[in-house]
């Protein structure tokens, strides 16, 4: 443990992560130690970006594959947004250990158009909570709101080469709406558990609308990339 404060790093992939037992749980501590947290989308990731991208990540986590890809790749540029408020300042605590500099992070609900802020519903493991509050409501300790942002303006803004997409479900809906058209490659972790076979098949149609393709060489289980010109 090399100690930048008392409470010491997770070591993951070469990155730190600070041990803030509240964001990371003993399952997820384990799965750090042993290169093994997000596993499939840092390979794809690692595989297909290049220096000089531009990355949007729609859906932050802990900051882990917003500091892979600004570490392990000499990108331009990553915007992250998460819209778990509880989340951000872990995110750039560890971009901060870890000497990311080209790498922001947003509190904000990308939507397909403008719109008011939104219930986001905090539980005791801050990693499960979400805009659902029926699901288990007895572990809710706290409600804050969340600001939407169009993300048609971000896509027109940053013209990201790459995408980075795990939003729990959300990507059925979201993702359909946008143009993708200036990307390269996308990943993007499917919950067909909750979205079916129609969301399944939007997320494919979406992307191969855009001119990208399904890229097997890159893709495992749920975790799916899409790649123009290979």
């Keep these: 443990m090399d100690g930048a404060g008392p409470q010491g790093f997770i070591h993951s992939r070469g990155m730190k992560f600070p041990k803030n037992p509240d964001i990371l749980r003993p399952r997820i501590r384990a799965l750090l130690r042993k290169d093994d947290y997000e596993r499939k989308e840092a390979e794809a990731i ?26 392990k790749k000499a990108v331009q540029e990553v915007q992250t947004f998460e ?51 029926d699901s288990e409501p007895e572990t809710i300790i706290a409600t804050e709101q969340v600001p939407q942002k169009n993300i048609h303006e971000v896509l027109g803004t940053l ?19 946008c143009d993708f058209s200036g990307l390269r490659v996308a990943v993007v972790e499917l919950h067909p558990q909750w979205i079916g076979q129609k969301g399944v098949q939007a997320v494919f149609d979406t992307f191969h609308r855009a001119g990208l393709t399904y890229y097997p060489k890159a893709s495992e289980a749920k975790v799916v990339t899409f790649r123009k010109g290979w």
């Design 46 to 71: 690692r595989r297909m970006a290049q220096d000089g991208d531009r990355v949007l990540e729609i859906g932050g986590g802990i900051g882990y594959m917003s500091t892979l890809v600004a570490t």
């Design 83 to 133: 819209a778990n408020p509880r989340l951000i300042d872990y995110i750039r605590q560890v971009h901060a250990a870890n000497g990311v500099t080209n790498a922001t992070v947003t509190n904000a609900l990308l939507a397909d158009g403008d719109g008011p802020p939104v219930d986001f519903h905090i539980r005791k493991n801050f990693l499960a909570s979400s805009m659902d509050r």
């Design 159 to 177: 013209r990201p080469e790459v995408l980075i997409c795990d939003i729990e479900g959300a990507e059925a809906h979201l993702l359909p709406a």
